[in-house]
Nanobody, 126 residues
Framework: QVQVVESGGGLVQPGGSLRLSCVAS????????IRWFRQVPGKEREGVSC????????TYGESVKGRFTISRDNSLNTVYLEMNSLKPEDTAVYYC???????????????????WGQGTQVTVSS
């Protein structure tokens, strides 16, 4: 079964840090670019970051640039999202997603990302 599973979320104070993990099973993650999304119920889904299959190229949403870092360890079939200097507005459910088709670079269309995890809750509060 093709699956991605997120973990690492939790409650953290403003200015704190969390490291999210996205572990793939049922396919070789190294063949796919991986994107992190976040969403608050009732609000629009937001693209957070993306990493190419090789890990050479990364992109970040403007709201997290300079604070979040995406990386991958293909030997562990895992993509990470390190979140630093967290703000209350970072509170959301964070999802990682893989496209259904293998490729090198991140796909520009969200519809290409067909394999989603269950999400992990990140809450930033004093």
């Amino acid at each position: 079964q093709v699956q991605v599973v997120e973990s690492g979320g939790g409650l953290v104070q403003p200015g704190g840090s969390l490291r999210l993990s996205c572990v793939a099973s049922g396919f070789t993650l190294s063949n796919y670019p991986i994107r992190w999304f976040r969403q608050v119920p009732g609000k629009e889904r937001e693209g957070v970051s993306c990493i190419s299959s090789s890990g050479f190229t990364t992109t970040y949403g403007e709201s997290v640039k300079g604070r979040f870092t995406i990386s991958r360890d293909n030997s562990l079939n895992t993509v990470y999202l390190e979140m630093n200097s967290l703000k209350p507005e970072d509170t959301a459910v964070y999802y990682c997603a893989s496209p259904r088709r293998a490729g090198t670079d991140c796909y520009s269309s969200d519809t290409m990302y067909g394999y989603w995890g269950q999400g992990t809750q990140v809450t930033v509060s004093s």
